[in-house]
């Protein structure tokens, strides 16, 4: 994400609450990196299990200062819908 996402904070979180329409959480924790926002721990779990493919396209809209809901559209356009189910403790939160 670009430099200029943190912008929106007073004070920019370390770590985020990713928020799914299926009710799924996840926490990654955040760096800042050349220049950019990175979703670093936790993020490249939440892309297996989201089963997120290059080619598709994640939205973020900031919910609070630490949750951000996400919504993943695969390269067709058409929105990803996964349940979380069973995935082990891997930063997963419990709503």
Known sequence: M??????????????FKLKMN???SWRVIMRLMNGRVTLDQG???????HQIKIGYMVTF???????LKV???NDDGIE????????????????
């Open 80 to 95: 990803v819908v996964t349940k979380c189910g069973r995935h082990g403790k891997a930063l997963a939160v419990n709503v």
């Open 71 to 73: 919504i993943i559209f």
């Open 43 to 49: 993020w490249a779990t939440f892309t297996v299990v």
């Open 2 to 15: 670009p430099l200029d996402f943190t912008k929106n904070f007073s004070a920019v979180p370390t770590e």
């Open 22 to 24: 299926t009710g799924c």
């Open 61 to 67: 809209k900031l919910l609070t200062p630490d949750t």
